[in-house]
């Protein structure tokens, strides 16, 4: 396997940036995911991977060696594009086979190969079955077979699940996930769905505009957002924003939003005045009475295990999630209290968020 290092990539169609300066390495073993949302950049970095696409500028390493302007076939990568795209006059077995067959691999390790493949992904048994008439998940596992067979230095996907439906998605999720982890095969997966990416990737890339805003640990993408948008598009629902103005200074351990004090990680920088919002995700936020900040319930989502409730303060309206069996009646008045060890406090004009012991601490200790 390999590691798949990109310095400085980018990619220009005519005066349109469609990747900007894009670094960052997938360490041997890894798995990636390229998150944003439609037309942020994901398949074109992913094509230029893989070969199929020239960069305008920037490296392209696998293993330490420049690949950059080495063809496709050349890369020794496998190009995942949608697990259906089966040869439906073939068998599983000669599906699977197919790209040994075209190396001109001798039978016996061809069979050796299939076997060894099928096996991995638990479809021995319909090895000499046509694929026309496979479910969609053997399906699937065949065109991943296909993949895995040629053991190639990895693997690139493209919104391999796309096509199916959220039951089926989230078993294939697991699946994809449980096969990582028994060939630890460096993988690069392009989606455009927070959850899938949450749930399979070691390393999770967030993009907006061609520009990776965030690149790190699921956990450091939802617990230290970066950036505004990294704590928009991630979580369900988003990281509420109180917006205020103010100046902080370096060393603050609270804010005053409108009057109000608020507890928060000690700021590592000086802020000049001007737009600011803390951000706090619903699950840090708990109703009590004695808290000055208040609000009207707006609406509440029953989800069962818990529910979410719109609380409009006046500040802007706040999502909190709450135990399913607390009850309040809509356009009741509630306070608020928000956990001060989880806030992240951004600037508005850059959108970024600012140095606090939140994030300092995570990072070193
Ligand atoms: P999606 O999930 O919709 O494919 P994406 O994040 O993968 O989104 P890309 O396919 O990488 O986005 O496209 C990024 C931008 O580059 C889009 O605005 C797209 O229209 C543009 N683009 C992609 N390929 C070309 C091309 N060959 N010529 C011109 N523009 C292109």
Redesign the pocket.
């Known amino acids: 396997m390999a590691e798949i290092r990109i310095e400085n990539l980018r990619?220009q169609?005519?005066d349109?940036t469609?990747?900007q300066d894009s670094s960052f390495t997938v360490g041997d073993g890894e798995f990636l995911a390229?998150l944003?949302?439609?037309?942020?950049?994901?398949?074109?970095?992913?094509?230029m991977i893989a070969g199929l696409?020239l960069p305008t500028s920037g490296k392209i390493y696998l293993d330490g060696e420049d690949v950059t302007f080495n063809r496709a076939s050349a890369r020794d990568i496998a190009f995942v594009f949608q697990l259906f795209a089966l040869y439906p006059h073939m068998n599983v077995r000669k599906n699977i086979g197919f790209p040994l067959l075209s190396q001109g691999l001798p039978k016996a390790e061809i069979k050796a190969r299939v076997e060894e493949t099928a096996k991995l992904l638990q479809i021995s048994h319909i090895l000499e079955k046509s694929v026309s008439g496979l479910a969609g998940g053997d399906r699937q596992r065949v065109a991943l077979g296909r993949a895995i067979v040629r053991r190639p230095k990895c693997f690139l996907m493209?919104?391999p699940l796309g096509t199916l439906d959220a039951e089926f998605r989230e078993v294939m999720v697991h699946e994809l996930r449980e096969l990582h982890n028994r060939i630890h095969a460096t993988t690069v997966y392009?989606t455009?769905d927070q959850h899938e990416a949450m749930a399979m990737a070691d390393k999770i890339a967030v993009?907006n505009h061609?520009i990776i805003e965030q690149f790190g640990t699921p956990q450091e993408i939802y617990n230290l957002p970066a950036s505004m948008y990294v704590a928009d598009f991630i979580g369900s629902p988003p990281m509420n924003f109180l917006k205020f103005t103010a100046g902080v200074q370096k060393g603050s351990r609270s804010v005053s939003v409108e009057g109000i004090d608020i507890a928060l990680p000690e700021v590592h920088q000086d802020l000049a005045v001007g737009e600011l919002a803390l951000g706090v995700r619903p699950e840090h936020i708990r109703f009590n009475d004695s808290s000055a900040l208040r609000g009207s319930v707006y609406g509440a989502e029953y989800l069962g295990t818990n529910q979410i409730v719109a609380v409009e303060t006046g500040k802007g309206l706040l999502k909190a999630r709450v135990p399913a069996d607390h009850t309040f009646r809509i356009g009741e008045t509630v306070g608020l209290e928000l956990d001060s060890a989880k806030l992240s406090l951004f600037d508005c004009a850059s959108g970024r968020a600012v140095k606090s012991s939140l994030y300092t601490e995570a990072r070193h200790g």
């Open positions: 990619k169609f005519a349109f469609a990747v390229l944003g949302p439609s037309g942020c950049g994901k398949t074109t970095t992913l094509r696409e493209d919104e392009v455009h993009m061609g």
